[in-house]
């Protein structure tokens, strides 16, 4: 049938061309939500997220957790996406197929904030499961923040499983926020949602049951007594909290004391310049970093490390320079060693900044040093501890070396009465110069730690130095112990009083405090006594 | 020397000789003269601190202005003469800014001064630009509340700015508590009081806005994160706006990071931070956190002249890391319009300069062409960027169209019916309710 023939033919093309054309329709509700994500749209992707986390596809996992990494790219001309490996494979994010290349017309699929929380979600109730430790506690605590309802049958299922006692108790309590805000659960259910939150007692917590919105009587009396009992163990905790915050900027005021505690405490130099000698070390901290970035990267969490004695011998040596060509001239003329160091300050500000550029320079933290970690309710951050400790060993170390050392005997003696040293052969002015560069050296020393927490410019010494001197005066001029109390006591001081007080009030009152307590005992709290308070 | 021996040459030529030498000579005298005309150049006054504290934020404008410059000379100059800078140093001492300028106008003349960062330099140098005539171009976001008939202000009045930023977080982040955070001087505490009562004005209560001020180059933030984590936990969602300035800021974010506020749970919006203060920090903890600009390196134009612009000021100043940013942006806007005024005019003198400028029009360098208005202020679209782990922002909101600039709050009762206009009313704060000019006395 020749005639036929034809016909068939167009009916055979016709058949191929509708399922061809049909395919796409058949792709299903995953790929069209994948497909999304090439729109460059944040609602587009957010809803995409939302269909492909429930979708149950085995890819939902790899293509969220692409998206929170930026690893998920999306070509905007062929509308395809692609998972980009960790190990720099890629796969085709609607088929699972591996792709030899992403085109380089795509690129990563952008996220905001409200977009980030939604992946938080997604990722929570997708990883419950997961055989790592860590990865279930985490979800745990992302579906306790989202308290999406949709998550309660993971949750559940997850928490049947479930071993571990602090994943246990994570999912335990995601379940009563999840609880809480549904509203077809039972006034049971709730009231055991209640207590599970009333037992965490955070911050968290409160918030969840602060706004949970019109419950059942019970429940909102429930909640009402659950909010005081939290209320005021947080009050405890926030003393707490306030006596560590103090003790932590007390280290910092000591650590930038100690060396004026010897230049200006025990030699009695008006050291307007000791603020520059923090500077200083902090600008060593930067380029012992820049050296390791570019030569040893896998040196970096050793750098300030490295950088600790660098920084003393620069800043010292500095120091001691600037005894000899200036200071040595001016002693016993105190305006003029201020005026002179003054000076001295503006001349080392404006060569840093010559030198390195007026903007801030880029000091990283060490892994040891970043990130914190949860006491009770009360939030310790590793850069602010290990300062701390830092301060305190330097303090002892300073300490022995002017009790058990030569040079410390020969330190105290020429402050104490110089003339009876110099009788004795002790060199003086050889003397003079190593306490200055001593002072100055310790300066460089708390210069590494401060550009941890503060910005590495040439401005850095500047913020300090009014501070240390309060410290000093405060503490008692010419006692090291003095200086030590002087900086805590102030520290504390300032931190009960900024939450009450705010900020620059609280900074007033400390001034006027100390001015009054001048008033009163004008050589501080820990004075000299014997004939060197003549000298 | 000359007349003598052409005279010599002359005799020996007939008359009319004599006439056309004569003639050449003249053409020539006056085509010397001319050149030596040429050779003046205008003067452009750069009034920039380049040491003390605000030498981190001024030393690259200053750079700017000189790369503008170095641009414009290569096309010529204007009316014809080349530009030349003036650069002094006012060492972010505000009376000193006051010196400076009085020194740039008297001793070396310059026609028009690009500078101050701080609001009080600005206001310490008002009185030497009023009294010896002369025309400043201010480039950064700052408070508002001002019109001055010899000032032009390119950077963000409080509404191109501030106000975009609250209304992006309200509807996109469905923000309902806030937390205003400021160094303790003039440019926050108006801010925020613009954005307290622009935030009543849209049903927030008083118990869910936290005010809080530090003082200049704060350092220790534990205290304060504390708060904010607290404040944030009464379970509305909520954000801070932050209005620090200058140094203060790396420590507040290197304690957010610390103490685990990420962006998703609380974000921070700011005013002051852009890409020049990011190349200090390790950005990755900040990544999602906001800044309210008018202008962002990342933002790619259709017909790249953002583009150009980077890739050219990376070549002037040899630093293929260099970043731009949005005052930076504010001269090249400030300086084009200065460089089409003048050439409409065809003078470099104030009186015409200032006259000129309003309603001249110069492109941005986000795709868009600025106005300069009646009050001084100037138009510009405003972008919303989230911080990205390399420094950089990604831009996630912008207003559909160009902002006007307002001299006066229209949020606050002592301002709102005040306007600018130095076209039609010759007067920098116009009271529309009485039609009356408050005059410099105010």
């Known amino acids: ?535 | 020397m000359l007349t003598k021996s052409t005279r010599d040459r002359a005799a020996s030529f007939s008359r009319r000789g004599v006439l056309a030498a004569t003639a050449g000579l003249m053409l020539g005298l006056a085509s010397l003269t001319g050149a030596k005309a040429a050779d003046d150049t205008i003067k452009v006054g750069v009034l920039h601190s380049l040491s003390g504290t605000m030498a981190i934020s001024e030393t690259t404008l200053k750079d700017t202005i000189l790369f503008l410059i170095d641009e414009q000379n290569k096309k010529g100059g204007v009316l014809g003469k080349k530009l030349e800078a003036v650069v002094v140093d006012p060492a972010s001492n505000w009376p000193l800014f006051a010196e400076k300028a009085r020194e740039l106008i008297t001793k070396d003349k310059v026609s028009v001064v690009f500078g101050c960062w701080t609001s009080v330099s600005r206001k310490s140098v008002l009185p030497v630009f009023k009294e010896l005539n002369n025309i400043l171009f201010y480039p950064v976001q700052y408070e508002g509340e001002e019109s001055e008939r010899n000032v032009f202000y390119t950077g963000a009045a409080p509404n191109q700015q501030a106000i975009p930023a609250v209304d992006y977080l309200m509807k996109e982040e469905k923000v309902k508590r806030w937390v205003l955070a400021g160094t303790d001087y003039v440019y926050p505490r108006t801010t925020n009081k613009i954005l307290e009562a622009y935030l009543k004005s849209k049903g927030v209560a008083q118990e869910d806005i936290m005010i809080n001020y530090t003082p200049f180059g704060h350092s220790d933030w534990q205290t304060i994160v504390a708060d904010i984590k607290k404040f944030g936990s009464a379970g509305k969602k909520t954000a801070v706006v932050s209005t620090i300035n200058g140094d203060a800021n790396v420590p507040f974010y290197k304690e957010l990071g610390n103490q685990g506020i990420k962006a998703k749970d609380i974000p921070v919006v700011a005013f002051s931070v852009g890409e020049e203060e990011l190349a200090g920090i390790d950005t990755k903890p900040l990544v999602g956190h906001l800044a309210a600009w008018n202008y962002f390196q990342s933002i790619k134009t259709k017909d790249g002249s953002n583009e150009k612009f980077i890739k050219d000021w990376q070549a002037y100043t040899k630093n293929p890391k260099r970043v731009t940013n949005d005052p930076m942006e504010a001269h090249v806007i400030g300086f084009a319009m200065w460089v089409k005024a003048v050439e409409k005019v065809k003078s470099t003198d104030p009186d015409k300069v200032i006259d000129a400028l309003p309603g001249i029009e110069a492109p941005n360098l986000t795709g868009g062409v600025s106005k300069m208005l009646p009050n001084h202020h100037i138009t510009k679209p405003v972008f919303i960027g989230e911080i990205k782990g390399n420094g950089q922002f990604d831009v996630v909101w912008k207003t559909p169209g160009l902002v006007a600039g307002d001299a006066w709050s229209k949020e606050l009762d002592g301002s709102k019916d005040l306007i600018g206009d130095w076209v039609g009313k010759k007067c920098g704060n116009f009271n529309t309710k009485t039609n009356k000019c408050l005059g410099s006395g105010s």
């Open chain 1, 1 to 535: 049938m020749p005639a036929n023939l034809p016909a068939r033919l167009c009916s055979l093309l016709l058949s191929l061309l509708l399922i061809a054309f049909a395919l796409p329709a058949f792709a299903g509700p995953f790929e069209d939500a994948v497909a999304k994500f090439a729109n460059d749209d944040f609602s587009d992707t957010e809803e995409a997220v939302g269909v492909i986390a429930s979708s149950g596809n085995k890819l939902a996992f790899p293509i969220i957790s692409a998206l929170q990494d930026g690893r998920l790219m999306a070509d905007p001309d062929s509308k395809k996406v692609y998972v980009t490996g960790t190990d720099g494979k890629s796969i085709d994010a609607a088929t699972g197929e591996a792709v030899a290349s992403v085109p380089d017309s795509a690129s990563a699929v952008r996220l905001n904030n409200r977009l980030r929380r939604s992946v938080d979600a997604a990722l929570g109730s997708l990883t419950l499961q997961s055989p790592d430790v860590g990865t279930r506690l985490q979800a745990a605590q992302s579906v306790f923040k989202s308290h999406e309802e949709t998550a309660l049958e993971a949750v559940d299922a997850a928490l049947a499983k479930e071993s571990n006692k602090s994943v246990k108790t994570a999912l335990g309590e995601a379940r009563a926020a999840i609880l809480l805000f549904k509203s077809d659960a039972t006034e049971v259910e709730k009231l055991e949602a209640v207590a599970t939150l009333k037992a965490r007692g955070d911050q968290e917590a409160m918030a969840l049951l602060t706004g949970m919105g019109d419950q059942p009587a019970s429940v909102t009396k429930a909640a009402a007594s659950a909010i005081s009992s939290i209320q005021s163990s947080l009050a405890v905790w926030s003393t707490v909290q306030n006596a560590w915050y103090g003790l932590s900027l007390g280290s910092v005021l000591l650590l930038a004391a100690i060396g004026l505690a010897i230049t200006f405490g025990v030699m009695g130099v008006i050291n307007m310049a000791h603020g520059e000698m923090v500077m200083i070390g902090a600008y060593t901290t930067f380029v012992v970093q820049e050296v390791i970035r570019t030569r040893y990267p896998g040196l970096f969490d050793y750098s300030l490390l490295i950088a600790v004695p660098l920084a003393f011998l620069v800043a010292g040596a500095i120091g001691v320079l600037i005894e000899r060509s200036i200071i040595r001239f001016l002693y016993g003329r105190p305006l003029e060693t201020l005026l002179a160091t003054w000076g001295l300050s503006l001349v080392l500000q404006q060569a840093v900044r010559t030198m390195f550029g007026p903007t801030n320079r880029e000091v990283g933290n060490p892994s040891w040093m970043s990130g914190a970690f949860e006491l009770g309710q009360i939030t310790i951050t590793y850069n602010r501890l290990w300062i701390l400790c830092f301060t305190l060993a330097v303090f002892a170390i300073l300490l022995a070396m002017l009790r058990y050392t030569a040079l410390g005997l020969e330190m105290r003696a020429v402050t104490q009465n110089r003339r009876m040293a110099a009788s004795m052969g002790i060199a003086t002015s050889r003397v003079d110069a190593l306490t200055f560069g001593l002072g100055s050296g310790i300066a460089g020393i708390a210069g590494v730690a401060l550009s941890q927490i503060d910005n590495v410019s040439p401005n850095l010494g500047q913020s300090y130095i009014i501070d240390s001197f309060m410290v000093v005066v405060f503490g008692g001029v010419g006692n090291l112990w003095g200086t030590l109390v002087g900086a805590f006591t102030l520290g504390i001081a300032n931190k009960f009083l900024e939450p009450v007080a705010g900020a620059v009030l609280g900074k007033i009152a400390i001034l006027v405090l100390i001015i009054l307590f001048i008033q009163k005992r004008p050589r501080g709290l820990f004075a000299l006594k014997g004939r060197a308070v003549e000298a």
